[in-house]
């Protein structure tokens, strides 16, 4: 009899609180939010893993394919095309390589030889040009040539027709001057005019990535820390002890050693390879303030297939980019439109630099005069909780997220955007003084830019949650 009571109380309980969350909620945002399912995203993710899609790597067809298949979708949901000419796709260059082949051996100073496995033991980076060479390698820290702040990695070391060994950062945190130094573009540079036929990150695993330029003769690679530990044993060091001591004394320990490495890797170079974002569009229904627009974004692209292993970015970023079709769907359904006009953008060549929404940020489709707001997706299907970021100003911004999330409740955290930094596509928004938000879901994101992030890494859930989430913040945002 108690547990009878106890059932009818906490149902009445349930239906109150239903209703009081349903009559919180405008009508036309309860009808779009029905058409937000686990399933949809689920769907979208698997679709943009498939094998012909060859790991969505901007500028080669697998890319272009997936993004006429978005278009399509975007058509089906009659989203307005960017014009008329392109239709859904804005194209931008995005030059690109593709690995064909790879080898790599460790000659050992005392006479061993070991030979490496793909991914598990290095992975050659992205941008790489071909090459064959056995060379020496030279410890260089973190492969630093700082004169103008008193510090330098390539002291007293001779990096000549030799592979430089480095960590990826930074002598002194703390220090903004060192700021440029940790991008891989100028660390490649320096390391190129110092005379190395190419630099070696030592990561925990290795793992892809384009974020780099091409140079000539030049093969950049990852090699995780055990292969790196193979090469220190000489030295009767291992890496970990390698890095604290820079961490803690900041000023270099570099070194050449005994053991050789002969490395083989040969590459595709594209430097005409053309990229897309797709882009379609709600109109808004104020005559004045549909010229704004409010953009929902994430990136579609990942890291392609090399040496026949294939990166399907599931989780980075087919998750984000499910978000961003199921919110468009959601839109083209509610039945009303907000007074801006929103903008769903797929971003092509992330991966790259951000490139393709620094050119979205840059040619913005002539029907707005200004982008009023954005929302960034990145990396949302692995885990069970959203979390955010947003620029502090305007307070309402923000407020409107959580304000939303009282129907959703997926967010651990909303924390701020500071500074005009960050890897993901809100970035160049944000460094145009747009207003943004940035959501992932709250991970572990364990097989980052590794092949293991697969369909299997993905919780449907999670995608629907946060395009909940969104639908309600940006429509109300947009509408205000
Ligand atoms: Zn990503």
New binding site residues.
């Given amino acids: 009899m108690r547990f009878l009571k106890y059932i009818i109380l906490t149902t009445i309980i349930l239906i109150c609180s239903i209703s009081i969350h349903a009559q919180e909620l405008e009508r036309h945002l309860q009808k779009g939010l029905l058409t937000i399912n686990p399933e949809d995203t689920y769907n979208y993710c698997k679709e943009m893993v498939k094998p012909e899609y060859a790991g969505r790597y901007t500028g080669h067809k697998g890319y272009t394919d997936a993004a006429m298949w978005a278009a399509g979708l975007f058509k089906k949901w009659k989203l307005k095309p960017l014009n008329k000419q392109d239709g859904y796709l804005q194209e931008f260059p995005a030059p690109y390589c593709i690995i064909k082949t790879a080898e790599m051996k460790l000659l050992l100073k005392d006479g061993k030889t070991v030979t490496l496995k793909h991914e598990e033991d290095y992975l050659p980076l992205l941008s790489t040009d071909s090459g064959i060479n056995t060379a020496g390698v030279v410890f260089g820290g973190w492969g630093v040539h700082a004169p103008e702040l008193n510090y330098d990695d390539y002291q007293g070391v001779d990096v000549r027709g030799k592979y430089v060994l480095c960590f990826r950062g930074i002598p002194d945190r703390r220090e903004p001057g060192f700021g440029k130094h940790n991008e891989h573009r100028h660390r490649m540079k320096i390391a190129k005019q110092k005379g190395a036929l190419g630099i070696f990150y030592i990561y925990d695993k290795p793992i892809s990535n384009p974020n780099m330029d091409w140079i000539d003769g030049f093969t950049p690679t990852v090699i995780s820390e055990k292969t790196a530990d193979i090469l220190f044993a000489e030295k009767g060091i291992k890496a970990a002890d390698l890095r604290r001591d820079l961490q803690t004394y900041k000023r270099p320990i570099s070194f050449e050693l005994s053991s050789k490495i002969s490395y083989r890797v040969e590459s595709d170079h594209y430097p005409d390879g053309t990229g897309y974002n797709v882009v379609g569009y709600i109109e808004g229904t104020d005559p004045e303030l549909k010229k704004e627009c409010i953009v929902i974004g994430g990136?579609f692209d990942h890291c392609g297939n090399h040496l026949g292993i294939l990166f399907p970015g599931a989780n980075?970023?087919a998750s984000g980019s499910a978000v961003v079709m199921e919110a468009a769907e959601a839109f083209s359904k509610t039945g009303k439109r907000p007074k801006r006009s929103v903008v769903f953008v797929l971003f092509g060549a992330?991966?790259m630099g951000l490139k393709g929404s620094t050119y979205f940020v840059d040619n913005v489709p002539l029907q707005f005069t200004k982008v009023d707001a954005m929302y960034n997706f990145?990396?949302t299907g692995e885990g069970d909780k959203a979390r955010g970021s947003a620029t502090p100003s305007p307070a309402e911004f923000g407020e409107g997220i959580k304000a939303a999330d009282i129907h959703v409740k997926t967010l651990s955290r909303l924390g701020e955007i500071r500074g005009t930094g960050g890897g993901?596509d809100y970035a160049p928004f944000n460094r145009a003084g747009i207003t943004c938000a940035t959501f992932s879901s709250n991970g572990p994101h364990l097989h980052y830019h590794r092949s293991g992030d697969n369909i299997y890494r993905v919780n449907p859930d999670i995608m629907a949650d946060i395009t909940r989430l969104v639908y309600i913040a940006a429509y109300r945002w947009a509408d205000r």
Avoid: A, I
Wanted: charged fraction near 50%; glycine fraction near 0%.
């Fill in positions: 990136h980075d970023n992330e991966e990145d990396m993901s």
